[in-house]
Every structure is written in C-alpha cells, then in structure tokens.
C-alpha cells in the first residue's frame, strides 16, 4: 500500500475560486468583504505571514486593513486599536497576528474582538458556541483539517478520530467541530497529551490520526494501523545528513507511514497551503452573516 496525498495546495486554490463567486455575489450588493489585521513588532515570521495574507485578499477580492503598531505599544493603546477595527463598519473580519510581545496579554487581546468579526475563532464565546453545536468561527487550521477529509470523501460518521495535541488552536476546537451530528463530523474523538505513556496505545486505534506536537518522526509506522488517515500538522526544520541542507518535516515520519496508511497530509504542502484560505473563508462567511445572509 502507498498513501494517497492529501494536497492542500490544490484544495486550496479550489476553494479560493470559490470564494471569488461568493465574493462577486456579496459586491453585487454593494458589499465588499474586509479583512483587517493587527501586526505588533516586526517578528520576521509574522510579516511574511501577514504578507500572505495580504497577497491572498487581493486574489479573492477582499478588502484588507493592517495596522502595523510598535512592539512597545501599551495595552491600553493596543485595545483601542482593536476597537476601531470593531467599529469600522467596511471591516467584516479581525485577526491579531501572534505571537504578542510577552507585556501584552494575548487572553484579553483576543477576547476584546467582537464575537461576530472573530474569524481566528479565539473569543471564549465561539468557543463555547463550538462545544454546544452553534454557528461559530474556528480556527483555519481546524476548518482546514475537517475540510480535507470531507472534499476527499472520507465519512467522518462513527470514525475514530485521534488528536495528538490538547491546546486551543488545534485539538481542542478540532474536537468541539468534529463531535457534533452533523454532516462532515459526528466522530468519536479522543484528545491525547503528547507524553501519554504508551502513547501508540492510542494512536493504534485511529482511523483518522490528527499530530501537531512539532517534533520530527514523533509518529512512526508502528503506533498506526493499516489504513489510516494520517493528517499532520507539524512543521520542523532539519539538516539532511549528506548534503546538510536544512528542510522543513512534520512530526510524522513520513517515508515509511505512507506505506501503511491509506492517506496522508505532507510536509509542506499538506494542511499549511490551507490556512490563509480558511480564513478567507471565515472572512467572507462574517461579511454574509452580517450582511444578512
């Protein structure tokens, strides 16, 4: 058996044709999607992100606002900031890039968004509408997970879902979304903690196998079995021992996983080409709802 390959980058250049349909409807009646975004300092990571994110809205048709701010602003300035975004009306969606320099507090940041522009899916009460099976914003990376699966036709319907991760941007929400009875879910989810001993005790029983714990080879060949989904959501760089090249690897040891399960995500190219599009997705979606539609 070889697995077949998830390809994020196709799925997402799929769904950005989509959206620049749903995009088109919405400017038909006078409305244009906005997106607007929170940089703080200059991490190097962070402004390549929101360039992303910049080149994307422009592909799309969504209308972008980034305030870039200095790493030593206050809190207090910060919030204001984000209060403006708010208020502004031609701004349907708000995501603060993090990380936040560490005098910032991310908690009360994030939860100064109002729940309606929240498309990172952070504010405690998306949360909680998650877990009750309400509409709510997810984070893109959850969204992109969930739908992987389903535009590749697996039937998530009383699978065995396994979540190698427990914080709030990954396994957390990815149970909250995957649990409820409805289409593209309705699966059994168990959340793992990265250093549960007898790990592979777990895994084993996954048909679809969710890691996020930024370690390479963390998952090896034997803690799957035979026909698994294999989604990874690792990002490691590594020095190849001959040519001492350094390159980008998830958290599953890829080359031998792909011979025993049925599908897996790669490095690069799997779940990341995902995320920016996602949350186009999230964006568009909160200019629709609150266009009232």
């Not at 044709?17 to 919405?26: A, D, F, N, P, S």
């Not at 990571?45 to 870039?68: F, Q």
């Not at 708000?94 to 940041?109: A, C, D, G, R």
Request: aromatic share 4%; with cysteine.
């Amino acid at each position: 058996m070889c697995a077949k390959i998830l390809d994020g980058r196709k799925l997402s250049a799929e769904i950005r044709e989509e959206l620049k349909g749903r995009v088109g409807k919405l400017k038909r009646k006078g409305i244009t999607p906005g997106l607007g975004g929170i940089l703080v300092g200059e991490d190097p990571g962070s402004v390549t992100y929101v360039g992303l994110k910049s080149k994307a809205c422009d592909e799309v048709g969504v209308t972008e606002k980034v305030l870039r701010l200095p790493e030593n602003i206050t809190e207090e300035e910060l919030l204001r900031n984000i209060q403006s975004l708010n208020q502004d009306l031609e701004i349907h969606g708000i995501f603060i890039q993090l990380p936040l320099p560490k005098h910032l507090s991310e908690e009360k940041v994030l939860a100064q968004i109002l729940p309606q522009k929240d498309v990172d899916g952070f504010h405690p009460l998306n949360v909680g509408k998650a877990w009750l099976g309400q509409p709510a914003f997810f984070p893109a990376v959850v969204l992109a997970i969930q739908e992987m699966l389903i535009r590749y036709g697996y039937d998530l319907k009383h699978k065995d879902v396994v979540i190698v991760n427990v914080d709030n941007m990954v396994g957390k929400p990815l149970a909250s979304l995957l649990v409820q009875d409805e289409e593209g879910a309705g699966a059994n989810v168990t959340l793992c903690h990265p250093a549960t001993p007898d790990l592979a005790s777990c895994t084993r029983r996954a048909d679809v196998l969710v890691v996020s714990v930024n370690k390479p080879n963390f998952i090896t060949a034997d803690m799957i079995k035979e026909g698994a989904w294999v989604i990874d959501f690792g990002s490691n760089w590594i020095e190849e021992p001959v040519t001492k090249k350094r390159k980008t690897v998830g958290d599953v040891d890829f080359e031998k996983v792909k011979e025993k399960a049925k599908a897996i995500t790669p490095v690069p190219g799997g779940v990341g080409p995902m995320l920016v599009t996602m949350l186009l997705v999230n964006t568009v979606t909160a200019a629709e709802r609150q266009a009232g539609g």
